[in-house]
């Protein structure tokens, strides 16, 4: 575990701001990917710059993502006094004025950016490139984010507008989510969590997420998270107006023979510009 902030830790601090931020990040192998890195270092000099309490925990070595984010949490409740925990998973890439604008609505107990899958939506770029044939190739490695299974809308609701603004979501993914310090205390006082011990460690832990088989399918922390906050009253929040880069190993396959079978023209062909995504970039 590694524990980083500015100035002395703000649970000793008597000038300590009244918006603060935990940033929570469970890492398994202890690495984390540039984009992440470049994110949450422009995102702590936003937070100097407005005034805004920073400070940062790295979970590695932790093969249990449910462990790992309740031994975050658990560390949040216990050894700090920020009004806010903000997990960041360490292969996302964001801009920090997004992510800080979820701080913008106080009411709101649990925010969640509404994050892609590590994976292409191959369908959504087809289809794109024949709606749109004079698009600039440049960008369409941008438009085919997967975000199926990634979050969910509320019973009955089919349709959401897509904007800066927040959603009202049944669960979402928790690679950057918002969680007021005030939500998870009442939990804990509601009597919503088990606490369990770990080999090694000298204090039990808080059970605010677990993954499993219920009610006949397979959930993951997540979503139990999202259930428990729903449970205690809480309103989840979708941010989906934000570029989000997830990082992860990618394989690039040549097939000349399928090249050629199914594309008309110069297999040679002068290398499109990339134009660097926002998300990667403070």
């Keep these: 575990m590694d524990t980083w902030g500015v100035g002395p830790r703000w649970e000793k601090n008597p000038l300590m701001p009244p918006v603060s931020l935990f940033i929570a990040t469970p890492a398994y192998g202890g690495i984390v990917n540039t984009s992440y890195?470049?994110?949450?270092?422009?995102?702590?000099?936003?937070?100097?710059?407005?005034?805004?309490?920073?400070?940062?925990?790295?979970?590695?070595?932790?093969?249990?993502?449910?462990h790992a984010r309740n031994w975050l949490t658990t560390l949040f409740l216990r050894t700090t006094a920020h009004s806010h925990m903000l997990f960041i998973d360490a292969d996302m890439g964001f801009l920090a004025d997004d992510v800080l604008s979820m701080l913008d609505y106080p009411d709101h107990e649990v925010s969640a950016v509404l994050c892609p899958k590590r994976e292409y939506n191959w369908t959504i770029i087809r289809d794109t490139v024949r709606q749109t044939p004079d698009i600039d190739p440049a960008v369409l490695a941008n438009l085919g984010g997967q975000y199926t299974g990634m979050f969910n809308l509320p019973p009955g609701v089919n349709a959401m507008t897509v904007g800066r603004g927040p959603i009202e979501v049944a669960s979402a993914g928790t690679g950057i989510m918002l969680v007021a310090r005030t939500f998870l205390e009442r939990v804990v006082e509601e009597g919503g969590v088990e606490t369990y011990d770990f080999p090694g460690l000298d204090q039990p832990f808080l059970e605010f997420f677990r993954a499993g088989v219920f009610d006949g399918g397979l959930q993951g922390e997540d979503v139990w998270f999202c259930n428990l906050a729903r449970k205690h009253g809480a309103t989840i929040h979708g941010f989906p107006g934000f570029p989000i880069t997830h990082s992860?190993?990618?394989?690039?396959?040549?097939?000349?023979?399928?090249?050629?079978?199914?594309?008309?023209?110069?297999?040679?062909?002068?290398?499109?510009?990339?134009?660097?995504?926002?998300?990667?970039?403070?």
Excluded: N, W
């Design 248 to 282: 992860g190993m990618h394989s690039f396959i040549g097939d000349l023979p399928g090249i050629v079978a199914h594309y008309d023209g110069p297999v040679q062909t002068p290398a499109a510009p990339v134009k660097p995504r926002p998300s990667v970039s403070g």
């Design 37 to 66: 890195h470049r994110s949450v270092m422009a995102l702590r000099a936003l937070c100097d710059e407005r005034g805004i309490g920073f400070e940062g925990s790295i979970i590695d070595g932790c093969s249990m993502i449910t």
